[in-house]
């Protein structure tokens, strides 16, 4: 019976080799499919993650139309299980014709990967997003106008950055930027100035970790 079974599956094979051969690379494709995806989920994730800790991305980001003073700061950074609070500002803003985040450089927190150019040393100097870059066709050594929303008019010391680097933002891993309350409600693309540039009563954001 047994020696009978292999003789017929022999058989059946060598009448149709073609359909035979086809199941089994169909199936080798099948098998390889699959461990490419147990394999590189994993991997993408580590990746991710190593990229993520090695900027420092914050794990929380509190957010207040009101304002976040440094006394509130304290408060968050006294928590047990916060290990540090730093306040920070972010504003929609017209960079040129497009809309962006405008944000205050931190360094020891969503720390930027510089691409190209240098990163802003005094006041008036500011790091691009590179695809707002693209998009208004500009280069290092241009000035970008920008023009902060209604809600913040008055906020920045200047009207107009000279551009001397090119970065990419923890922030974003994507080629997506968000949302704006200004515009389209789109965002475009974002922009880092030196801290000082800004001329706020409060910080309109604190990170945590």
Known sequence: MKSAACKDIVREIKNSKNRFLAIMVLSALAVAFLCG??????????TGDDYLDKQRLMD????STLGITDEVIEELGAREEIDYALGAYV???WAGDAVAKVYSITEDV????LIEGHMPVVSRECAVDAHLM?????SIG???PILPSEDNED??????????????????VSVERGSASIGSGSVQGYVYLKEKAFKMDCYTIAYLG
Request: glycine share 6%.
């Open 110 to 113: 969503n720390r930027l990967v």
């Open 142 to 144: 241009d000035y970008l």
């Open 91 to 93: 504003m929609d803003a």
């Open 60 to 63: 929380i980001q509190v957010m």
């Open 37 to 46: 995806l147990k394999v590189t989920a994993p991997d993408m994730k580590g």
């Open 134 to 138: 693209e998009k208004l066709g500009l």
């Open 155 to 172: 906020s920045l010391i200047y009207e107009d950055f000279r551009i001397v680097g090119i970065v990419r933002s923890p922030y974003y």
